[in-house]
């Protein structure tokens, strides 16, 4: 029998509003506001390290669009039984304000992208990389807000105080429409908030890449290796909480493979570079 908590989360009662015929995808502003103030922040902080700070803004403009179709074609890839299985409409792959970006692909195509611009200006890619690094997860953090109003990316049902409740979402012929909809306020289940776990961790992340970064003098990416390893090591354990659909690998969720990759991959390079550039100085 399932228990109800005053405590429950609730869960958003809509997450579209329609201005006149144009659909306004809380989603969509949650990614955008994130991608605002990672701007902002990595501006100031690569002009504190003597960069110049338009680089930023040209830089963005190859990288987010970049990294919106990088982090579109791994969820479409990972999850492809949504959009060309049995009874799946391919045309749904396009449709990214429904939701569904992975922040893997986002940040391999976002940063190839960097990369690549970087080096045909003759700009150093370690310390711009140091500059966007706390930005980044920041922006992550907002960007978790947008799978709350969309209803997705949960984990698994549970009667813990804090547990986020998901409605029944209807359109306005009645039809269940669990993104689009507006909530019938029927619950249909109680679940772990794993977007709210993700984001926290991100929270925590981003706080802590601050302090080293006082604390320390890191050099040629170091700082960013730790941002992704930091991030991965959160998402290793949000993904063992998650219960919605995903793409299996030898039992594990895809995400729970990546993740221990992509974090050996990062302490590797991190070691790596901390012995051509030497031992962590502390700031006086």
Not at 31 to 45: E, K, M, Q
Not at 122 to 140: E, N, R, S, W, Y
Not at 257 to 283: D, H, K, M, N, Y
Request: with cysteine; glycine share 10%; hydrophobic share 50%.
């Amino acid at each position: 029998m399932r228990v109800d908590y005053l405590a429950n989360i609730p869960s958003p009662s809509q997450g579209v509003w329609y201005l006149g015929p144009v659909p306004i995808r809380a989603y969509a502003l949650c990614i955008i506001a994130g991608i605002v103030v990672a701007l902002w922040l990595t501006s100031r902080r690569y002009a504190a390290r003597g960069g110049d700070p338009n680089v930023v803004w040209d830089v963005a403009i190859i990288a987010i669009p970049a990294g919106i179709v990088g982090g579109r074609l791994y969820h479409v890839l990972t999850d492809w039984p949504k959009y060309f299985g049995e009874g799946a409409n391919p045309w749904d792959a396009l449709k990214i304000t429904n939701g569904g970006l992975g922040i893997w692909g986002a940040v391999a195509l976002g940063g190839l992208a960097v990369w690549a611009y970087l080096r045909h200006k003759k700009v150093a890619l370690g310390p711009f990389a140091d500059a966007v690094a706390p930005g980044v997860i920041l922006a992550q953090a907002i960007g978790r807000l947008g799978n709350w109003f969309n209803q997705e990316l949960y984990g698994r049902p549970t009667e813990v105080p804090w547990a986020l409740d998901i409605y029944r979402r209807v359109d306005e012929n009645g039809r269940y429409a669990p993104v689009t909809g507006t909530s019938t306020g029927e619950v249909l289940t109680s679940v772990h908030p794993t977007f709210l776990y993700e984001m926290l961790w991100n929270l925590l992340v981003f706080a802590l890449l601050l302090w080293i970064d006082r604390r320390f003098r890191l050099r040629d990416g170091q700082l960013f290796t730790l941002y992704v390893a930091g991030y991965t090591l959160g998402r290793f354990w949000v993904e063992l909480l998650r219960d919605d659909p995903a793409t299996m690998v030898m039992g594990l969720r895809i995400n729970t493979i990546v993740s221990t990759v992509v974090f050996a991959g990062a302490v590797a390079v991190f070691f790596a570079l901390r012995r051509r550039a030497g031992q962590p100085v502390e700031r006086e």
